[in-house]
């Protein structure tokens, strides 16, 4: 996945995966980063919390409209396009990842010297020149 212009991730190249269930579309898909990532909405181990990828129905915490989450009508393009919307508008009031939705919040600058930094190091630009 690349990372949205005109944000703290461009030109990063972040892999991902996918996994489906066995009863897809049914239930919805999980989505992981397979390489470091610092977002509010990303687990530190790389997984996405997004609404579209929480099982249908009502939300049991009352935070998110069942019209926001899963549906088996949705589309992988439309499970993209949303988490490049997320790394582009992270929700810090609900982050998965605490320090990253703090950092957001309040030091933003200092969010997006981190995320210029998982940048480098999607690129491989963050190793030591030897030679």
């Given at each position: 996945?690349?990372?949205?212009?005109?944000?703290?991730?461009?030109?990063?190249?972040?892999?991902?995966?996918?996994?489906?269930?066995?009863?897809?579309?049914?239930t919805?898909?999980?989505?992981?980063?397979?390489?470091?990532?610092?977002?509010?909405n990303?687990?530190?181990?790389?997984?996405v919390?997004?609404?579209?990828?929480?099982?249908?129905?009502?939300?049991?915490?009352?935070?998110?409209?069942?019209?926001?989450?899963?549906s088996?009508?949705?589309?992988?393009?439309?499970?993209?396009?949303?988490v490049?919307?997320?790394?582009?508008?992270?929700n810090?009031?609900s982050?998965?990842?605490v320090?990253?939705s703090?950092?957001?919040r309040?030091?933003?600058?200092?969010?997006?010297r981190?995320?210029?930094?998982?940048?480098?190091?999607?690129?491989g630009?963050?190793?030591?020149?030897?030679?």
């Amino acid at each position: 996945m690349s990372g949205p212009e005109g944000t703290c991730f461009e030109g990063g190249v972040f892999p991902a995966k996918i996994i489906f269930p066995t009863d897809y579309p049914l239930t919805p898909p999980k989505m992981k980063f397979t390489c470091e990532m610092f977002h509010p909405n990303i687990y530190s181990d790389g997984r996405v919390c997004i609404s579209i990828l929480h099982a249908p129905g009502d939300d049991p915490m009352g935070y998110e409209s069942s019209a926001e989450r899963w549906s088996p009508v949705q589309s992988v393009e439309k499970i993209l396009l949303s988490v490049v919307s997320m790394l582009a508008e992270p929700n810090a009031e609900s982050g998965a990842n605490v320090d990253a939705s703090k950092m957001w919040r309040d030091e933003r600058e200092l969010f997006n010297r981190r995320a210029k930094e998982i940048v480098k190091k999607s690129l491989g630009l963050d190793k030591t020149d030897t030679s």
